[in-house]
């Protein structure tokens, strides 16, 4: 697995605080991943890379979701995320998806605001060096220049999966190892709306 980059650990913590109050106030229902990034930016909305984010992208944020509360010893969060057309999580979900949400209803969830910076910041601090991040627009010209010279490899992609892979080249990422990442989530989370 690619580590996680500024962009998954900005949004993943924008994610924790909106899933915590999923759970606390809606009792453990699941929310669609646009739906939540949705409630995200109603929490935060002038959060300008929150407000970049799609919902293709958001398979490493919810990883770093579950290592938040796992590191913490708490119930899955990211458990309450969901698939629009399936209303299940992705289909690599580890773990018991009713007994999870069950727990995470049943959890006092303000004890964990107190520890996301702490935890926001030792993630900072791992991400590897190479990851310089850029603008938005020299992000959007590298992509168009791969994307110009790979044109069948980039045949299938979606508006909203081009935003996740400028998103990813501004965290730091190479557009083939963006790409990559995209074309893997779509895998793995479907249609992720």
Same mark, same amino acid.
């Given at each position: ?20 109050? $999923? ?39 919810? $990883? ?25 999580? @992705?289909?690599?979900? $580890? ?9 995470? @209803? ?11 910076? @702490? ?48 998103? $990813? ?25």
């Amino acid at each position: 697995m690619i580590p996680f980059t500024f962009n998954d650990i900005e949004v993943g913590a924008r994610l924790v605080e909106a899933l915590a109050r $999923q759970a606390a106030h809606l009792r453990g229902m699941p929310i669609t991943y646009g739906d939540l990034l949705t409630l995200a930016r109603s929490l935060h909305p002038k959060d300008e890379v929150l407000g970049r984010a799609v919902p293709v992208g958001l398979g490493p944020k919810l $990883q770093f979701v579950q290592g938040f509360c796992l590191v913490h010893g708490y119930p899955n969060l990211a458990c309450l995320a969901v698939n629009r057309e399936t209303l299940r999580p @992705a289909p690599g979900y $580890q773990g018991d998806w009713e007994a999870d949400r069950r727990a995470v @209803a049943g959890f006092d969830w303000s004890v964990a605001d107190a520890r996301l910076p @702490a935890y926001v910041d030792a993630m900072r601090a791992g991400v590897p060096a190479r990851f310089k991040p850029r603008k938005e627009r020299p992000a959007d010209v590298a992509w168009y220049a791969y994307f110009c010279s790979h044109r069948a490899a980039c045949g299938n992609l979606l508006p909203e999966d081009k935003q996740e892979i400028i998103n $990813q080249m501004m965290a730091g990422l190479d557009p083939e190892t963006a790409l990559g990442r995209v074309l893997a989530a779509k895998h793995d989370f479907g249609n992720a709306s």
